[in-house]
């Protein structure tokens, strides 16, 4: 898996967190165009698809997780300190394990504030 | 001396076009939001500079990288993101009660350019045709369907509440409820041509009762003007091609309704005081009064016939 046990970071494990959040915003806005388009109107109550955003949301929160505890591992735990430039492979693995930790981190946010309107929208105005 | 820029400052934030001077539910929230924002933002912005000034000047040791490090992660990643939360959720909070239905008055109104086309449909009643002036009754919420046919317009009342756009080929809703009464502006919020800027109208919120009275005044013909040079001049020339003027043989809809002009504070969709000779102005001089407007200037007729016009249109009250 992409996120969990491979030995060396690149840059697919280091995409894989954004791409986690790209997945997860198309599939709250399609699903979200879909019942509201198919609703009839904007009276449309929007309770099921909110534990549908719930039930996309927690997984995709999860797999950021995962994806950190890799990328923190590649990064060597943090033993040794930024910037990581030195032209050698340990320093090209601490390297991209923190932009990838980094970016966990920004997508962990995203997909927050992406379901975050779920909490407070309740039909399709 | 140094109070005088600042008071010409202040005057902005009062007045009848003012966000900071709400006068409807909407724009009450809107500027709860923008002074907690604008406090919250002060803050920050002491702290910041503050820090700044103790760590160039008063701190004597240098910042260990540790310290330094912890200073970015909490104050450039942590507390934004939080504050950023915290943001986001009373706004997200705030769209469901702004969009709730309206009453059962509905007003549709349409952005032409360079004027505002004014339907008010009431419950149960036929609609009543209007221009370039709101009344609105107060403490009830009203639905506007905002359309349009030629470009892209935008409505804007500040004191009530947020703009919404009129785009070709939809139908945009907007619930204003104003909570008290007053006159307010309204202006076309999207750059739509050469007279963009001429292009506002005037609200009037008023009591209820108040208000069904007017509109009930506004449903009817016009009252003054039967047998009127003014009137047989506007007729012979044309206008009633494109005005209304109900109880007239002027029923053209190209242009504004005229049937209560009189009534309007305004000439000219909100942008000349509503006078005798700012009506013969409008008529002669439209072309440099209003640039780019559909209406010709008729500064050929004589001036007695624009003179009797524009008296004319002064008693279509």
Redesign the interface.
Same mark, same amino acid.
């Given at each position: 898996m992409l996120i969990h046990n491979r030995r060396h970071a690149n840059l697919w494990t280091l995409l894989a967190p954004p791409a986690i959040w790209a997945v997860h915003f198309l599939l709250c806005y399609v699903a979200a165009a879909i019942a509201c388009a198919k609703g009839g109107g904007?009276w449309v109550d929007l309770t099921s698809l909110r534990w549908v955003i719930l039930g996309i949301t927690l997984p995709a929160l999860g797999l950021i997780l995962v994806a950190g505890r890799q990328a923190r591992r590649h990064w060597g735990f943090g033993t040794d300190?930024p910037p990581h430039d030195q032209a050698t492979d340990e320093d090209r693995q601490h390297f991209l394990g923190y932009a990838t930790l980094l970016l966990c &981190?920004l997508s962990f946010?995203s997909v927050?504030?992406v379901a975050?309107?779920a909490?407070?929208? &309740?039909?399709c105005? | 001396m140094r109070a005088v820029p600042l008071a010409g400052l202040l005057a902005g934030c009062g007045g009848v076009q003012s966000a900071l001077d709400p006068a409807g539910f909407e724009a009450e929230q809107v500027a709860r939001l923008f002074w907690a924002m604008l406090v919250a933002s002060g803050v920050i912005w002491v702290l910041v500079l503050g820090l700044a000034h103790y760590a160039s000047g008063r701190r004597e040791k240098p910042w260990s990288q540790r310290d330094a490090g912890r200073l970015i992660v909490w104050g450039g990643a942590v507390v934004p993101t939080l504050l950023l939360a915290v943001l986001l959720f009373f706004g997200l909070r705030l769209m469901p009660e702004l969009r709730a239905p309206g009453g059962p008055l509905r007003v549709h109104v349409e952005g032409e350019q360079f004027w505002w086309r004014v339907r008010y449909h009431p419950p149960g009643g036929a609609p009543v045709e209007s221009a370039n002036a709101l009344v609105l009754p107060v403490g009830q919420r009203v639905e506007f369907s905002l359309s349009t046919r030629d470009v892209i317009h935008s409505f804007w009342v500040p004191a009530l509440g947020g703009k919404m756009d009129m785009i070709p080929g939809r139908t945009n809703r907007l619930v204003l409820e104003p909570t008290r009464t007053g006159e307010f502006r309204g202006a076309c919020a999207e750059l739509c041509g050469a007279s963009h800027a001429l292009m506002a109208f005037t609200v009037r919120v008023v009591e209820p009762a108040e208000f069904e009275a007017w509109l009930a005044r506004e449903a009817a013909p016009a009252a003054a003007g039967t047998g009127h040079a003014g009137e047989a001049a506007f007729l012979a020339h044309g206008c009633g091609a494109c005005h209304s003027v109900r109880g007239t043989a002027a029923r053209g809809a190209i242009g504004p309704d005229l049937t209560h002009l009189a009534s309007r504070p305004t000439l000219g969709a909100g942008i000349l005081e509503n006078s005798a000779a700012n009506r013969a102005a409008f008529i002669a001089r439209v072309d440099e009064i209003k640039p780019a407007a559909r209406m010709p200037a008729y500064g050929t007729l004589l001036d007695t016939e624009i003179a009797a016009i524009a008296a004319w249109l002064g008693m279509l009250r």
């Open positions: 904007p300190d &981190a946010v927050i504030f975050m309107p909490i407070t929208i &309740a039909d105005r | -």
